[in-house]
């Protein structure tokens, strides 16, 4: 326990320390008028609460990744409280709060237009591709998933409650979410959602100090636990646990907050600390899972293989993490715990599933500068969004998850190096320290690394020889540093 401990109190400090660095970096201005008043439109652009903008913006970019995710990173061992950590810390939180804030000063810009401002015209268009597809992806994902859980909850009663009935149910409350005005909906049930999402945690936390199991230390942690991964902890683990740590897809999420956002000064514990606390709710769970599987008496030599043998769904073959999620909510948290597990494996992906069509439609709209302020207008423009999910929900999804996770963790890199360019701009005007500019600059780096050597190694990905892609995935690194140090000499 002494490692869980210390790693939430390090998040803790992680905010009130580095994150107010951060924002006196980015120069906060609590005088500046907001998009929600400069550009109010009564459907994406509106000023709300700022208790309820972080509860959305927590929801948007949660959902079941920094359950899901960390159960299974996990496995590789206690290097993952490392990485939950570190990079929530200074990775992403980093890259939320700027993607957010920089949105914020583009009046309320999607992702491929601040990438596109700062890094040029391929890299805008590469981007607008990618992030549609990554929002349809996760749409459709987001509907057949909660889907089959809610099928497996019921009875057989024909069509009704089947997974059919799930699918069209979910699929209209989609239609409904990114088409209304934010306020209405999506505003009105995200804070229920969240707060539910938040109480589940806590309930763990208290299990984690009172129930039977032992949780691994940080002594252990450079060596790879996982009982059946074909690819090393490095860079697995950094694949695996992304929200939590970094996730490209919170920057296609944080600006629908930024045309929300009533005052600047908000900035810090809207994007910043709604990343830090995705951060805690990871940690929470990847002690609560190891510690869990420990005490139960199942088979396996190790936490970490009883771990995997416990997540195995009977039906399938195939690990489950949701059915993990159950059995601990149920038997630390009682009836209680039964009921926030429904909210938290049902509810939560089907939050990041909206806001994925959501901002797709978004996304489109400032490319195709079509305003969406008549309701046929967001008609339009959502009904292709909408086809292409369905066409995807008939596609092999286990194959197509596989690509994602890369894909996410390439757009984080996308983002940092953004951000970098952002803050070298500003550095060069002299409004900025040159200290500043390692802040994106290092997780730039950092997860360049991690993306390249990842689908150099993968199975999905080149399936190379690890030595060899780990050489070939610093060269690349080493050359986008040079590349950046060279332009950084020609402004």
Known sequence: MITFTTSLLLLLIGYLLYGSVVDRVFGADANRKTPCFTS???????????????????LNIAGTGPIFGAIQGILFGPAAYFWIVLGCIFGGAVHDYFSGMISIRMNGASLPEIIGDNLGQLPRLLMRVLSLGLMILVGAVFVTTPADILDGMMADEGFLWSKNF??????????????????????RIYPIFGCALLLMALGIVYGLYTQPG??????????????????????????????GAVSGFHATQSPMMARCLQNEKYGRPIFYGAMITEGVVALIWAAAAIKFADSLNVDGATPYEKLLNAMVNPETGKPSPAILVNLICKNWLGGIGAVLAVLGVVAAPITSGDTAFRSARLIAADFTHYKQNKVYKRILLSVPLFVLSGI?????????????????????????????????LRQRRGELNLACVLIPLVPALWMTLV????????????????????CIGALVTIAFLGSYIAWYKRI
């Not at 032992?214 to 060596?223: Q, R």
């Not at 092999?396 to 952002?422: D, G, K, P």
């Not at 050597?453 to 690890?466: C, R, S």
């Open 40 to 58: 109010t439109d009564g459907v994406d652009y509106i000023p709300m609460p700022t208790w309820k903008v972080f509860l959305i913006q927590f």
């Open 451 to 470: 993306s390249t050597t990842y689908i150099l190694v993968a199975p999905e990905g080149f399936n190379l020889e690890h030595t060899f892609s780990y």
């Open 166 to 187: 799930w699918v069209i149910l979910i699929f209209c409350y989609y239609v409904l979410a990114t088409l209304l005005p934010i306020d209405k909906l999506i505003g």
């Open 214 to 243: 032992n949780i691994p230390e940080i002594t252990d942690a450079f060596t790879n636990h996982h009982p059946s991964s074909a690819i090393p902890l490095f860079p697995g683990l950094f694949i695996t646990i992304a929200c």
């Open 392 to 424: 995807l929900m008939l596609l092999n999804f286990e194959v197509l998850w596989r690509y994602f996770a890369w894909s996410n963790q390439t757009l984080s890199v996308f983002t940092l190096w953004a951000i970098t360019i952002w803050l070298s």
